[in-house]
């Protein structure tokens, strides 16, 4: 499998030479030359594999033969190592808990997919040492801390906007040391993501160092996101019924893995973007527009994106045919009044605790559900464990949220970060390093 820029600038690369550079030399993001199907054989037998296989069944055609088979299956055994529990809300709607690994958040699969494929790739590829260059709104951060905490030859340096983490992630971003190192930025996310997509065009800058990305737009961190997808299909309550899937969504990475996983055969019927009033996608498929703006603080902070970088792999899924695209995928976006009427809500049907991101996905999913037959069955996606959001979760829901056992020795920890205002001062300190 070759991958391209949609930039259409740059030379066709190998899946660890796109994993290694996270961004193509133009710029642009890396999009695989084909999306390949999955037998009708697998799909329909899918209940008889293992969360592994399925994993290894769907990745592998992308990686093509640059892993091994054998080392694949470790690389995917070694990010597979929780579960993911289906938790009914009603007799329509269900969550899937993807915060079951080590920083409570879904990006952990991703972070430590890729941290492996990066690590083979420098084991037969290169000894450069190389520096991951991320901006976080939250929870990637703590991800890729973890996912690449002492990896030998790795250096990883954070971006995340001062005031707008919540408290758990920022001692997550910030208190593990070693080779990670966190920048607090005096702004928003996106000018953390300007900052990064700087430093990748700045030539003086990358002639002295190597760079790459682990946010959602390298390949590596976005395709692994399927994962979910067919772990959703695998264990879904009603077989008889049709699946549609709500994505609370910021980066647009998640679901537009979820349609790749579609247009490889996965039978989800419809997909669901649901945002919060950071709504760039959503008006664009009511509007047929799309006007990226600034983005704007909720309490949904991990989906504050005012211009998500993964959209245009979506609109290449799709040949830029929004009429294609409204066929299987629908967008809503809700105000922070709404989702913490959502969680007052799924907690008195349900007695689930959802955190804000989750209430959105359920908001989402149940305006889609209005307006359908009793055919449907959702699942919506809880992206983080509602303890990293624990001030606002208590406040709305007045109860109070035990701290897992892996985060207290967090907790104590002293948070270490560097302020920085400016992309010079970026510059500055990645030369100096």
Known sequence: MKYHSLNYNSHNVSFL???????????????????????????????????????????????????????????????????????????????????????????????????????????IKSNKNLTILVATSGDTGGAVADGFYKVEGINVVLLYPKGKVSAIQEKQLTTLGENITALEVDGTFDDCQDMVKSAFIDSDLINEIELTSANSINIARWLSQMFYFFIAYKNRPYPEKKLVISVPSGNFGNICAGLVAQQMGLPIDHLIASTNINDTVPNYLNSGTYSPKKSKSTISNAMDVGDPSNFIRIQKIFNNDIFKIKKVLSGYHYSDSQTKKAMKEIYKISSYIADPHGAVGYLGLKDFLKNTDESYYGIFFETAHPIKFADIVEDTLKTTIEVPNRLKSILERTNNSIPIKTYEQLKAYLSER
């Open 17 to 123: 030479d796109a994993v290694r550079k996270g961004l193509a030399p133009d710029r642009g993001l890396y999009f695989p030359e084909k999306i390949p199907k999955l037998s009708e054989k697998f799909i329909q037998n899918i209940n008889s594999y293992s969360n592994h296989e399925i994993a290894f069944e769907v990745i592998n055609p992308f990686v093509g033969n640059e892993i091994s088979k054998n080392r694949l299956r470790e690389i995917i055994a070694d990010t597979l190592i929780f579960d993911f529990p289906i938790v009914s809300i009603n007799d329509k709607i269900a969550t899937l808990e993807l915060f079951h690994g080590p920083t409570l958040a879904f990006k952990d699969v991703g972070a430590r997919f890729m941290a492996r494929c990066l690590n083979y790739a420098n084991e």
